[in-house]
């Protein structure tokens, strides 16, 4: 695994937006992965400069997204369908049709999920998966002590997520309980992947992915298995990184 560490969350985030900004120049169709949360909004912003600026264009890019809410419908300004239009979708010249965000007011959960990763499949593949980490590790929506052989399912959001997602809704009590997520597999399979983490709150989870034993009460830590990760970290989250580990 590569690891940078950068000086600050803006210097992070432009280090990330060129890194997938230079993925899309050398292959203009790509399938990019995509996560949402407070870590890519930076990056998000950079990547739409970028198009602004004519050194993106996504006008063949094909996108799918970690995870969505269930029950949550894409109108809900919670939902990761109206974060991803907020922040990347509604400022870039992707094709709408190329954009696929799990339905989280699906009626079978079941056939949706072999649906997405059917979809996947037939794009070719994940080129680059990009992807936040929770405080306690979790990639996507995969909690700790998620099987490492899980695709795309529905899952329940751990306490610690529900309580660290609260931010993001009018009460604690409104957070969705479940979630549906590519899996760790589903993730794995990705050729490259991008992970980011900014901020001491996101210190421990870093170590862990890095330096830590493999183990699914870490499920970042499945990454060390990955033949082609890089690891963007601002001073804070890589704190407490040894200089090898
Ligand atoms: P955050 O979430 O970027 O909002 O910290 C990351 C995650 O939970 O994967």
């Given amino acids: ?13 432009r280090r990330a937006a060129l890194f997938l900004a230079g993925e899309i120049i050398r292959k203009p169709d790509t399938v990019l992965g995509l996560a949402t949360g407070s870590t890519p909004v930076g990056t998000y912003q950079q990547l739409v400069k970028l198009h602004q600026e004519r050194m993106a264009d996504f006008s063949e890019v094909t996108t799918f997204n970690l995870d969505e809410y269930y029950g949550v419908s894409p109108d809900n300004q919670c939902s990761y369908a109206w974060f991803m239009d907020h922040h990347l979708f509604g400022h870039v010249n992707v094709q709408r049709n190329n954009i696929h965000i799990p339905n989280g007011l699906t009626q079978d959960v079941e056939l949706e999920c072999r649906n997405y990763e059917d979809k996947i499949q037939q794009a ?22 998620s099987e490492f052989a899980a695709h795309t399912s529905l899952v329940e959001l751990d306490q610690g997520t529900i309580e660290a997602n609260s931010r993001f809704f009018d009460s604690r009590d409104q957070v969705p309980r479940q979630a549906i997520s590519m899996g760790i597999k589903s993730i794995m399979k990705a050729r490259r992947i991008l992970l980011l983490a900014n901020g001491s709150e996101k210190a421990e989870a870093i170590y862990n992915t890095l330096c830590g034993p493999i183990t699914p009460q870490c499920p970042a830590s499945v990454l060390q298995l990955h033949p082609d990760v890089t690891i963007m970290v601002d001073k804070e989250a890589g704190k407490d990184l040894p200089r090898e580990c």
């Fill in 124 to 145: 070719g593949g994940i080129e680059v998966q990009l992807l936040g980490i929770g405080r306690n590790g979790h990639i996507g929506f995969n909690e700790p002590s």
């Fill in 1 to 13: 695994m590569r690891v940078i560490v950068d000086k600050d969350y803006q210097t992070l985030s």
